[in-house]
């Protein structure tokens, strides 16, 4: 499964950002979509995920209430709303999906198998 993850870019703080993962397969149903950041020398973080089938989200704490995450069936495409962008949102964005991510895990980067090749969002102040 190729994943391909875009959208990111420059952007003032206070902004907003919309970043996109598709899927090389025909379709994400039954799979976890999840996206993930990574500064340099820091642990991959957990930002939100999506379970395609029942449309059920999960957040991280440091994004809860600013970012939106959201699926098209028609364009098998994950999309990832961010708002009230700030300094410590520059990193790169990674989109991830497997189809055994349970619930208690779904945070998890090692859950997931397959992985889109990032998208680098920077946010001027």
């Known amino acids: 499964v190729q994943l391909q993850a875009f959208g990111g870019g420059l952007v003032q703080a206070g902004g907003s950002l919309r970043l996109s993962c598709k899927t090389s397969?025909?379709?994400?149903?039954?799979?976890?979509v999840g996206w993930f950041r990574q500064a340099p020398g820091k642990e991959r973080e957990f930002v939100a995920a999506i379970r395609w089938n029942s449309r059920t989200t999960s957040y991280g704490d440091s994004v809860q209430g600013r970012f939106t995450i959201s699926r098209d069936n028609a364009k098998n495409t994950v999309y990832l709303q961010m708002s009230s962008l700030t300094a410590e949102d520059t990193t790169v964005y990674y989109c991830?999906?497997?189809?055994?991510?349970?619930?208690?895990?779904?945070?998890?980067?090692?859950?997931?198998?397959?992985w889109g090749q990032g998208t680098q969002v920077t946010v001027s102040s």
């Open positions: 397969e025909h379709t994400f149903s039954g799979y976890v």
């Open positions: 991830a999906a497997d189809r055994n991510v349970i619930l208690s895990n779904i945070r998890n980067s090692q859950a997931y198998d397959y």
